[in-house]
């Protein structure tokens, strides 16, 4: 299955004298691969000591996002919030967008701020088949994440619609999902939520535009609801622009008896507020 990212293994069983061989074989062919096709850098593609990593100057050049944050939606404030100017505590603040129109999600964090630095590296990823950078992405969400990833009982990926996915052959954040399942000891479920519409691409649409085009868009399965009943959810998504679309999840999850649903992400749109 593309969306899994696994393919369909033979049962059968193998002779030890067999598999001990593939290894080796499988190192060769690393080796070679590795002579043939130096690796690089998971961003600019320049050259790089060990694949799915990023040379040093993008590294530096990436803007990892940490506290103080907005306790909802994750916004990095610029300094810590004050007590009775959106803050009541320290770190437990809500930003301005937050406290006008909650989103339907309890809690949101993205490991990079999405911006010229981080936005070949999200592309990439998506849309040229740069797999091999799903585990470094992972680490960086679990690190975002924290106890999010802690808290959750199941991790669900934003689902593509079917036409989508067969034109991408993968669902990128099924990959993350996965990954930052594992790394949590969490259950994977990625058909727990399903895109019942094909909606068109969010790229140049308003806030509002965003909210209409994703409403309804999501849905639980019915033999799926057993499974959400009490839960809290973790969602996994490569971007956050508005949130339109994590709420829209989040909605759907918590109507089919999700106890709470937060969401993870790659990275987050941070434009300036006033
Ligand atoms: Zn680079
Ligand atoms: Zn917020």
Redesign the pocket.
């Known amino acids: 299955m593309t969306s899994l990212g696994r393919p369909a293994r033979s049962a059968a069983p193998r002779h030890p004298v067999v598999v001990a061989g593939s290894a080796v074989v499988r190192r060769l062919a690393r080796r070679v691969l590795d002579a043939l096709l130096p690796p690089r850098c998971l961003a600019c593609g320049g050259g790089v000591d060990e694949p799915g990593r990023l040379c040093a100057g993008c590294w530096s050049s990436l803007r990892f996002l940490s506290a103080p944050l ?1 306790r ?4 990095p404030f610029e300094v810590e919030p004050v007590a009775g100017q959106g803050g009541d505590l320290l770190g437990e603040a ?2 301005a ?2 406290r006008r129109s909650p989103p339907a999600f309890d809690r949101a964090r993205a490991a990079l701020a999405y911006d010229a630095a981080s936005k070949p590296l999200v592309l990439r990823f998506k849309h040229a088949d740069r797999t091999d950078a799903a585990p470094a992405f992972a680490l960086w969400m679990r690190q975002a994440a924290g106890e999010l990833l802690r808290e959750c009982d199941l991790v669900v990926p934003v689902p593509l619609h079917r036409r989508r996915l067969l034109r991408r052959r993968y669902n990128q954040a099924a990959l993350l999902a996965a990954r930052l399942a594992r790394l949590g000891g969490k259950p994977h479920r990625p058909l727990v939520l399903q895109r019942r519409r094909a909606t068109p691409s969010q790229g140049r649409l308003s806030r509002r535009r965003r909210r209409l085009n994703v409403a309804g868009a999501f849905a639980v399965p019915p033999a799926a609801r057993p499974e959400l009943k009490g839960r809290r959810v973790l969602l996994v998504d490569d971007v956050l622009t508005t949130g339109a679309t994590l709420s829209a999840c989040a909605r759907t999850l918590k109507r089919a008896g999700a106890a709470s649903v937060d969401a993870v992400v790659l990275a987050r749109v941070v434009r300036a507020r006033p």
């Not at 909802?72 to 916004?75: S, T």
């Open positions: 907005c909802q939606c994750g916004y809500l930003c967008a937050c």
